[in-house]
């Protein structure tokens, strides 16, 4: 039996509860997010880590001269910052995949997803524990506010723009 054919023939009701853990999933991050930084840390730090490390190694690869790495939360003027990385030489060419290279979790996330049940046998824990894990990797995929403001500064915006508009108007698909 394929990968694709184990996925399908999961039991409707399992699904369902998988859904309703992401919905509780959901609902805790929220709360704990104004209320309780031990409830923050204990639920959002595996994501924490994965998101600040795609980080780094977007900044690595685009040679920004990681040289801060930070897990610890800190409390700022605008709420908690559960992890950060700094950089030494973030320019127009490499803001953009640095500040969205968490975004690269997703496609992880569809891996893992396509491969649990070759790797893990259908039961209902691990139909949760997958529904658990998509849910980590793909919120923590999203970028920050931080990260947005980063990927759009004028210098990017007016770059990747052009090279968009370029590559655009030569498209043999438009």
Same mark, same amino acid.
């Given at each position: ?7 399908? =023939?999961?039991?409707?009701?399992? =699904? ?12 805790? !991050?929220? #709360? ?22 795609? =980080? ?5 690869? #685009? ?5 801060? #790495? !930070? ?5 700022? $003027?605008?709420? +908690? ?6 950089? %030494?030489?973030?320019?127009?060419? !490499? ?23 070759? +790797? #893990?046998?259908?039961?209902?824990? *691990? ?7 998509? &849910?980590?990797?793909?919120? *923590? ?11 759009? !500064? +004028? ?8 090279? $968009?508009?370029?590559? %655009?108007? &030569? $498209?043999?698909?438009?």
């Amino acid at each position: 039996m394929s990968v694709s054919q184990h996925i399908t =023939h999961i039991p409707l009701l399992w =699904h369902a509860t998988g859904l309703i853990l992401v919905t509780l999933l959901i609902t805790i !991050n929220r #709360f704990a997010r104004s209320r309780h930084i031990i409830l923050v840390c204990l639920t959002q730090l595996p994501g924490v880590v994965l998101h600040e490390l795609s =980080h780094l190694a977007a900044g690595l690869i #685009f040679r920004a001269s990681p040289y801060d #790495f !930070n897990l610890l939360p800190e409390r700022s $003027s605008k709420g +908690w910052i559960l992890g950060s990385v700094k950089f %030494g030489r973030v320019t127009a060419f !490499n803001a953009v995949p640095i500040a969205l290279a968490p975004l690269g979790l997703v496609p992880l996330a569809y891996y893992v997803y396509l491969q649990w049940f070759g +790797w #893990f046998s259908p039961t209902l824990p *691990n139909t949760l524990e997958l529904y658990a894990l998509i &849910f980590v990797l793909i919120y *923590n995929s999203l970028p920050s506010r931080q990260d947005m403001r980063i990927a759009c !500064n +004028w210098k990017s915006v007016i770059l990747y723009g052009s090279i $968009s508009g370029i590559l %655009g108007y &030569f $498209s043999p698909y438009r």
